[in-house]
Nanobody, 124 residues
Framework: QVQLVESGGGLVQPGGSLRLSCVAA????????MAWYRQAPGSQRELVAG???????NYADAVKGRFTISRDDVKNMVHLQMNSLKVEDTAVYYC??????????????????WGQGTQVTVSA
């Protein structure tokens, strides 16, 4: 069974920093394109940042210059460094991506796989 497990969320003051991590757990072969999404109460889930297998990153306009997405293919992990956090960054942050894994020795790919989310609260 494959899981995307997020960690690193919490409560931080405006202007502070947090680093989110997501690890693909299970009998993993590799991770492909990965992304972070967020969903604030009463709002739709939105893309925050994405990173391709080759390391090319893209960001939502609201986080450009403040957030940095990175990946560690050896550890099957993706990170989101969040600096200069604002109250409006408060949301549940979700890891999403395409993951190759073994199921009964058969190689498979899960497309658009979601983690369970981690809460980020920015408040004074």
């Amino acid at each position: 069974q494959v899981q995307l497990v997020e960690s690193g969320g919490g409560l931080v003051q405006p202007g502070g920093s947090l680093r989110l991590s997501c690890v693909a757990a299970g009998d993993i072969v590799t991770i492909y394109s990965m992304a972070w999404y967020r969903q604030a109460p009463g709002s739709q889930r939105e893309l925050v940042a994405g990173i391709t297998s080759g390391g090319s990153a893209n960001y939502a306009d609201a986080v450009k210059g403040r957030f940095t997405i990175s990946r560690d293919d050896v550890k099957n992990m993706v990170h989101l460094q969040m600096n200069s956090l604002k109250v409006e960054d408060t949301a549940v942050y979700y890891c999403n991506g395409d993951v190759s894994y073994y199921n009964n020795s058969e190689r498979r790919v899960a497309y658009g796989f979601w983690g369970q989310g981690t809460q980020v609260t920015v408040s004074a």
